[in-house]
């Protein structure tokens, strides 16, 4: 079975550029998770979906960060204009449902330059 | 508000050597306790996790670990260290009435000398 599959792996723009991270979760999984996890840190979750609602949205700065998951299955998050501090690796999780084990997928380190 | 704390950022063992490695949670009420390992370009991959029952958690590749609610612990312990184990390991915490919303501690580097 294949796991969750992010893309691209490693992004390096200049600042006050766009960007977009794309994630397709594992087949079935209901629950989506974005996190970003700076240097030397743990993961801060950014933002969860359960299908195609955002239930929980509380982390993303949504000044310049959007998300969407428009049928529930694949998803798409977006930093516009990205900044220094937003260099770190944005992973994206998926569950089964809110109840059930999350699964990481390898993640996309971004560099702003 | 919820912390978890990993106090050793790096930790360096021989190859069949034991391990240990520590994770302290502060919460009002015992959340549910996991580890996980993150390998170097890898995704985070669950080891095990605490909800309820035997103190004492079996998880994959050997580890095991010990809720300690007086402590307020989750140690991560492993009898005999590989060389295939050396990685970053993440305690993280989630409230009972809120699963998903996970807090990871911020991580503990593991070397293993041959």
């Known amino acids: 079975e294949a796991g969750v599959v992010q893309s691209p792996r490693y992004k390096i723009i200049e600042k006050k550029q766009p960007v977009a991270f794309w994630c397709n979760p594992i087949?079935?999984?209901?629950?989506l998770y974005w996190y970003r996890q700076n240097l030397g840190q743990g993961p801060e979750l950014l933002i969860r979906y359960e299908n195609e609602e955002a239930v929980d949205d509380s982390q993303l700065p949504k000044d310049r960060f959007s998300a969407e998951r428009l049928k529930g299955v694949d998803s798409t998050l977006k930093i516009q204009p990205a900044e220094l501090g937003d260099s770190a690796v944005y992973l994206c999780?998926?569950?089964?449902?809110?109840?059930?084990?999350?699964?990481f997928g390898p993640g996309t380190r971004l560099l702003v330059l | 508000a919820q912390s978890v704390t990993q106090p050793d950022i790096h930790i360096t063992v021989s190859e069949g050597a034991s391990l240990e490695l520590r994770c302290n949670y502060s919460?009002?009420?015992?959340?549910?306790l996991f580890w996980y390992v993150q390998s170097p370009g890898q995704g985070l991959q669950l080891l095990l996790k605490y909800f309820s029952g035997d103190t004492l958690v079996q998880g994959i590749k050997g580890f095991e670990a010990e809720f300690k609610r007086s402590q307020s612990s989750f140690n991560l312990r492993k009898p005999s260290v590989h060389w295939s184990d050396a990685a970053e390991y993440f305690c993280a915490v989630a409230p009972r009435d809120n699963f998903n919303k996970f807090y990871f501690g911020s991580g503990t580097k593991l070397n293993v000398k041959p």
């Open positions: 087949s079935g999984h209901n629950t």
């Open positions: 999780a998926s569950s089964l449902s809110a109840q059930e084990t999350q699964y």
């Open positions: 919460y009002g009420a015992t959340p549910y």
